[in-house]
Antibody
Framework: EVQLVESGGGLVKPGGSLRLSCAAS????????MNWVRQAPGKGLEWVSS????????YYADSVKGRFTISRDNAKKSLYLQMNSLRAEDTAVYYC???????????WGQGTLVTVSS | QSALTQPPSASGSPGQSVTISCTGT?????????VSWYQQHPGKAPKLMIF???KRPSGVPDRFSGSKSGSTASLTVSGLQAEDEANYYC????????????FGGGTKLTVL
């Protein structure tokens, strides 16, 4: 069974940093692009970042470019999101999702909540 | 890149069909056949229902179908069932020079 499990969320002060992790199992992790998508409380979905299967290509939404860094460790079957200079508007549930053809995301993890507040 | 436009709500009675629209521009929905639809029940993770405009992942009932005309994509749910009540989000590839994905604001589907 394909499974994605996020961790690392929590409460952080504005300007602070946090590192999210996503542990993958049930598929050949190194063969797939991986993604982070977030959802602010009561709001819609927002694509955050993507990384190619080989780690050579990374992409970011304009709202996080320069502050967030996506990375992966294929040996550990893990995806990461380093978040720096966090702002209140970064408060959201962060989902890890496997890339699928047509630039779709399938499946998704259960999400981890990041709260940025003083 | 601006978010895709979806109606905030849609509804239908059990057994009926309902269609949810997703309007973008020639830079996203209209420019690529890379539109996806996701179903999200309250407190749950999103689930892929349609990819590449009209393809269904295995396990998704054929009551769900997708289409596109110009810069507007549509999700049709036929034979509505109580469990179809959820939020639905469309997304589209929007990167002309690099990878970029945008989502719609979501549509709350109510089964009356």
């Amino acid at each position: 069974e394909v499974q994605l499990v996020e961790s690392g969320g929590g409460l952080v002060k504005p300007g602070g940093s946090l590192r999210l992790s996503c542990a993958a199992s049930g598929f050949t992790f190194s063969s797939y692009s991986m993604n982070w998508v977030r959802q602010a409380p009561g709001k819609g979905l927002e694509w955050v970042s993507s990384i190619s299967s080989s780690r050579s290509d990374t992409y970011y939404a304009d709202s996080v470019k320069g502050r967030f860094t996506i990375s992966r460790d294929n040996a550990k079957k893990s995806l990461y999101l380093q978040m720096n200079s966090l702002r209140a508007e970064d408060t959201a549930v962060y989902y890890c999702a496997r890339g699928r053809s047509g630039d779709s995301f399938d499946p998704w993890g259960q999400g981890t909540l990041v709260t940025v507040s003083s | 890149q601006s978010a895709l436009t979806q109606p905030p709500s849609a509804s239908g009675s059990p057994g009926q069909s309902v269609t949810i629209s997703c309007t973008g521009t020639s830079s996203d929905v209209g420019g690529y056949n890379y539109v996806s639809w996701y179903q999200q029940h309250p407190g749950k993770a999103p689930k892929l229902m349609i990819f590449e405009v009209s393809k269904r992942p295995s396990g998704v009932p054929d009551r769900f179908s997708g289409s596109k005309s110009g810069s507007t994509a549509s999700l049709t749910v036929s034979g509505l069932q109580a469990e179809d009540e959820a939020n639905y989000y469309c997304s589209s590839y929007a990167g002309s020079n690099n990878f970029y994905v945008i989502f719609g604001g979501g549509t709350k589907l109510t089964v009356l």
